[in-house]
């Protein structure tokens, strides 16, 4: 399933409290300022701390570049 942009708009990273990317293709949410990544179990984000997966470097650069690949219309409307 596809989060909304309504709810990836309000989530945010549970260790800085910072707005995450949403990665619909990898069905995840991920947080490039701690390389910690958030799945999601069907249509509900799993942010607990000790859930995270921390990536490593190359991972990293996958995730940043698939990020890059998407329009910015799927981070939510500012507006």
Do not use: F, W
Request: aromatic share 4%; hydrophobic share 40%.
């Amino acid at each position: 399933m596809t989060l909304s942009p309504e709810l990836v708009a309000i989530l945010a990273c549970p260790v800085d409290h910072e707005p995450l990317l949403y990665l619909d293709a990898e069905n995840l949410l991920y947080n490039p300022r701690l390389k910690r990544k958030y799945r999601i179990e069907g249509d509900i984000p799993i942010l607990l701390i000790e859930e995270a997966e921390i990536v490593d470097d190359a991972e990293h650069v996958r995730l940043l570049g698939l990020a890059s690949e998407r329009p910015s219309a799927d981070q939510g409307e500012d507006a």
